[in-house]
């Protein structure tokens, strides 16, 4: 297991550490502005299709779901849907993205919100050994299997993600 160096912990990474989950971290100058998940992983040097960004919907219920699609690629909203068996979601506005996970935009990671919600991880992570994923801080990624992320934040894999717009 490797630590973040010079950016402590977080809650996502105290949380794989605590279910003894294999992970190493990466980190980059998110710098001021935000950055997206593509930029993000040409920074790292690590293929757009490894590296999944974390998005956060309401469905037509009103509850809160989780997805993470590759950085080269967009949520389908209908497939998330689907797959999630409601019949809509939709982003949930910025403003509202810290108060649900406790993750601030650029830092938002899928294992350790503040509280529990349901997670679809695209399908496409499971053609990777390792996969990148926020750590729960801006210019930290965790680099982890798969099958340990579904474990540590209790999601399934699903087509969910289209082509990019």
């Known amino acids: 297991m ?10 996502a990474l105290r949380l794989l550490e605590s279910l003894g989950i294999a992970y ?6 998110p710098g ?21 960004k974390t998005l956060v919907a309401r469905d037509d219920r009103g ?16 497939k998330a849907a689907r797959a999630s068996r409601v019949r809509k979601v939709e982003l949930v506005p910025l403003k509202d993205l810290q108060p649900l996970t406790g993750y601030v935009r ?7 919100m503040k509280k529990r919600y349901p997670v679809l991880i695209d399908e496409f992570a499971t ?14 990624q965790a680099i982890i299997a798969p ?4 474990r540590a934040c209790g999601a399934e894999f699903a087509d969910i993600a289209g082509p990019r717009s």
């Open 2 to 11: 490797s630590h973040a160096q010079g950016r402590g912990t977080t809650n």
């Open 24 to 29: 190493a971290t990466a980190a980059y100058d």
């Open 32 to 52: 001021d502005e935000h950055v997206d998940a593509a930029a993000v992983a040409r920074e790292l040097g690590v293929p757009a299709d490894a590296l999944f």
């Open 63 to 78: 509850e809160v779901r989780v997805y993470c699609v590759p950085a080269a690629a967009d949520l389908d909203l209908k």
């Open 106 to 112: 650029g830092g938002c990671s899928p294992i350790g």
């Open 127 to 140: 053609v990777h050994e390792r996969i990148h994923v926020n750590a729960g801080s801006r210019g930290l």
């Open 147 to 150: 099958a340990d992320l579904a």
